[in-house]
């Protein structure tokens, strides 16, 4: 059975900083392209980053370009998105996503998702 569950969220001041983990159980992790997207109420998904199987090429949306990093660690099958000088128009539901072989174009990754966890809530005050 897979399971992959999202941590790290929380309410920050604009301008903070959190890390995101996701970590993945029942599925072989390095088979799998990885990447993150959020939700906003009442707003679309949103494909911010992804990451290849090995680590070697990794994809940001404009949104977050700079400010967010993606990271994996296939031994600990864990991903990681460190975010950095957030904004309020961060503020969203963040998943963890599976997608097989490779990333897809980032506007297609929720989409594609094989599988994702529950979400983790990022708050960003003004």
């Known amino acids: 059975q897979v399971q992959v569950v999202e941590s790290g969220g929380g309410l920050v001041q604009a301008g903070g900083s959190l890390r995101l983990s996701c970590t993945t159980s029942g599925l072989t992790f390095d088979d799998y392209a990885m990447g993150w997207f959020r939700q906003a109420p009442g707003k679309e998904r949103e494909g911010l980053a992804c990451i290849s199987w090995d680590g070697s090429l990794t994809y940001y949306a404009d949104s977050v370009k700079v400010r967010f990093t993606i990271s994996r660690d296939n031994p600990e099958n864990t991903l990681y998105l460190r975010m950095n000088s957030l904004k309020p128009e961060d503020t969203a539901m963040y998943y963890c996503?599976?997608?097989?072989?490779?990333?897809?174009?980032?506007?297609?990754?929720?989409?594609?998702?094989?599988?994702r966890g529950q979400g983790t809530q990022v708050t960003v005050s003004s």
């Open positions: 996503a599976a997608v097989e072989v490779r990333c897809p174009v980032l506007s297609r990754l929720a989409d594609e998702t094989k599988y």
